[in-house]
């Protein structure tokens, strides 16, 4: 089977580990935060960078959509590329990603800076430099990642081979599933009129209609005998090496085989903390580099919002909040923002912990 960005997204578990990944990533809220002269570190709601990445991105598409078109980029083919719109003063005002087929990546002859040749659909090309693009690459030479579908290639091969002979398989392209036999030689006529009959009479809708046989034919249905049947364990274990390649926990796309309710809470864990975090990581640290002017990088950053992870499980988000207002890590106020409700008042006091355990060895 061809293995190509194309026809590995059409495989069900490469395809829903790719979702999965940007899905959750998407829905994730960046916020960009400010480090004053004194230490403190506040989050900023009115700046330009705010309004691009939290609000719109471009005219055709909300954060999220921009968001998940990136990030399956990048896990599909390596390299996720979205091209930096900037006014005169040099100040980003819009963010368009570009597919990844569209853009080559090069150094220049005279100065070795990474450029990037892009090709828009009129046909016409575009040379940018690297504070042009936001380039965010999986793994790869550290200038350029590698697609994870050439880098996997055999693996994603035999899946492919295995769902197309599971196609075949249960498209009776294999075996028939019912054998007429009779005593005798069938004369050609009776023969033919048998299998028209079969053709027009008992397919599709008529399937499971009473079959007479007549003139001592007798049917003898054929059933898959179990080693006939070991592709079914084999495409098992195919998207488990699928979900190795993305470092994603089995059950998360479907693949229930060894998930039991005590290990799925871990492996919800793990989800965040091996499979999400390098790739909000890697997001943030290229949005700073290209979106912050240098002279302000010790003054503003970005960082995702994992906290939205916790939406589903309300027992536990609370019992979160609760923990940081008592450490004094929040104020009661911050906490109830991120549920969307209202200050109260003495909201805003920062609880001091020894004030309600006890000061330590005392």
Not at 142 to 152: D, H, K, L, T, W
Not at 307 to 331: F, Q, S
Request: include cysteine; hydrophobic fraction near 40%.
């Amino acid at each position: 089977a061809e293995v190509n960005e194309r026809t590995a997204m059409g495989l069900a578990s490469f395809g829903a580990c790719v979702r999965v990944i940007a899905e959750t990533k998407a829905s994730l809220p960046i916020q960009m935060f400010e480090i004053s002269k004194s230490g403190k570190r506040g989050r900023v709601l009115e700046h330009d960078l705010v309004g691009l990445l939290c609000d719109e991105p471009n005219v055709d598409q909300t954060p999220m959509v921009w968001s998940e078109y990136r990030t399956a980029q990048v896990l599909s083919s390596g390299n996720s590329f979205t091209e930096i719109v900037m006014n005169r003063r040099g100040r980003a005002t819009a963010l368009i990603p570009r597919e990844w087929s569209t853009v080559e990546v090069f150094r220049d002859d005279a100065t070795g800076a990474l450029m990037y040749r892009v090709r828009y659909g009129d046909g016409s090309t575009r040379v940018l430099d690297r504070s042009e693009m936001l380039h965010v690459p999986g793994m790869g030479n550290g200038i350029v990642g590698v697609s994870p579908v050439r880098m996997y290639a055999e693996t994603l091969g035999i899946a492919l081979g295995a769902d197309r002979f599971a196609a075949t398989f249960f498209g009776n392209g294999v075996k028939p599933s019912l054998v007429f036999s009779t005593p005798g030689s069938m004369d050609p006529i009776t023969k033919k009129n048998l299998e028209a009959d079969l053709e027009t009479k008992w397919t599709q809708n008529n399937a499971h209609r009473a079959f007479i046989a007549e003139g001592g034919v007798t049917i003898t249905p054929l059933t898959v005998p179990m080693n006939d049947a070991q592709f079914l364990e084999s495409r098992v274990f195919e998207t488990q090496e699928i979900c190795r390649i993305f470092r994603m926990p089995p059950h998360m796309i479907g693949e229930l085989s060894r998930a039991t309710f005590s290990n799925i809470e871990a492996q919800d864990l793990s989800f965040e903390k091996h499979t999400i975090r390098p790739w909000l990581v890697r997001d943030e640290q290229e949005l700073k580099r290209k979106l912050i002017p240098r002279s302000e990088w010790g003054r503003f950053y970005f960082k995702h919002n994992v906290d939205a992870l916790l939406r589903a499980d309300i027992k536990t988000r609370y019992e979160a909040h609760k923990l940081a207002i008592l450490c004094g890590l929040a104020t009661q106020n911050e906490r109830r923002a991120l549920e969307d409700l209202d200050p109260v008042d003495g909201g805003d006091v920062l609880l001091k912990p020894e004030a309600i355990f006890g000061k330590s060895g005392g």
